[in-house]
């Protein structure tokens, strides 16, 4: 059984930094494409970054150049660097991985994914 799940989230001021972990269990972490997710209520899920299994990224444009995904493949985690952060950076954060797709980016339709995290919430304040 997957699990993936998240940490790291909290609530910070603008300007400020925060590392978003995902720990990902009974996944083969090489197996597929994994990526970042956020949401706000009321408002549909948006990527933010994409990593595929060869290790390449893509970054959605407003995250580009302030966020960081990278992978852990010894601790099978993958984290979100996030610096610079914005109050329109708030949402819940969710971790996502497919084992069906090893070559993804932020075009690719998030259906993809199979397997989702439970989310972790980030607040960025004024």
């Known amino acids: 059984q997957v699990q993936l799940v998240e940490s790291g989230g909290g609530s910070v001021q603008a300007g400020g930094s925060l590392r978003l972990s995902c720990a990902a269990s009974?996944?083969?972490?090489?197996?597929?494409?994994m990526g970042w997710f956020r949401q706000t209520p009321g408002k549909e899920r948006e990527v933010v970054t994409i990593t595929s299994k060869d290790g390449r990224t893509s970054y959605a444009e407003p995250v580009t150049g302030r966020f960081t995904v990278s992978r852990d493949n010894a601790k099978n985690t993958l984290y979100l660097q996030m610096n610079s952060l914005k109050p329109e950076d708030t949402a819940m954060y969710y971790c996502?991985?497919?084992?069906?797709?090893?070559?993804?980016?932020?075009?690719?339709?998030?259906?993809?994914?199979?397997?989702w995290g439970q989310g972790t919430q980030v607040t960025v304040s004024l």
């Open positions: 996502a991985a497919t084992d069906q797709f090893g070559y993804c980016g932020v075009q690719s339709p998030s259906s993809i994914y199979n397997y």
């Open positions: 009974g996944y083969k972490f090489r197996s597929g494409c």
